[in-house]
Structure formats: structure tokens, C-alpha cells
């Protein structure tokens, strides 16, 4: 049977480096998407295997660290003294 691609449909698959790409398509997209297929068109440079191969380190997951806000009235008193800051400029260029 022979596929026609339509791009408003187009998605792509992060399948583990050491796992088959056929057998991944079979076991976790096949049963939820009966039509979908693997373009065996798209070629990695590198090792010639089907889809590009590479590798996503997500950044945050990794290396993000949770630094709860500051208190709130800090905060408040730090845009206080800025406002007034604006406001003697803006009377000194007005005088």
C-alpha cells in the first residue's frame, strides 16, 4: 500500500537510542494510530539508519533548581524605591 504524506498531519516519535525504530512504531504507536508509517525516505548522515539520530537533553529537568520568589514585601518596597527614583527624574526634567 502505498502512503500519501499530508504535512498538517506530520508528527515525530522520540524513540530510545538502542531501540528498534519498527518495533517501537509497532508496540506504542501502531495501537493508538492504525494508519501511521515510518518514512523510510529520511536517512541519518551519520549511520545511514532510518530517521535521524540524536539525542535531547531537557535543561530544566536537569539542571533547573527551584529558588522560591521573594517575600512580597520586599518586593513591594523594591518597586516603591523605583517608582520614586522614576518620579525625581521625571521632576527634575520637568523643572
Excluded at 36 to 60: H, P, S
Aim: aromatic share 10%.
Amino acid at each position: 500500500m502505498e502512503y500519501e504524506p499530508d504535512p498538517a498531519l506530520k508528527d515525530t516519535e522520540n524513540i530510545p537510542l538502542k531501540e528498534d525504530i519498527v518495533s517501537y512504531v509497532l508496540r506504542e504507536v501502531r495501537p493508538y494510530v492504525a494508519d501511521a508509517w515510518i518514512d523510510r525516505e529520511t536517512m541519518d548522515e551519520l549511520d545511514g539508519g532510518i530517521g535521524k539520530v540524536g539525542y535531547e537533553i531537557n535543561f530544566n529537568r536537569v539542571f533547573f533548581q527551584y529558588q522560591p520568589p521573594r517575600p512580597l514585601h520586599e518586593i513591594d518596597a523594591e518597586l516603591a524605591g523605583v517608582e520614586q527614583r522614576i518620579l525625581d527624574l521625571l521632576h527634575e526634567v520637568t523643572e
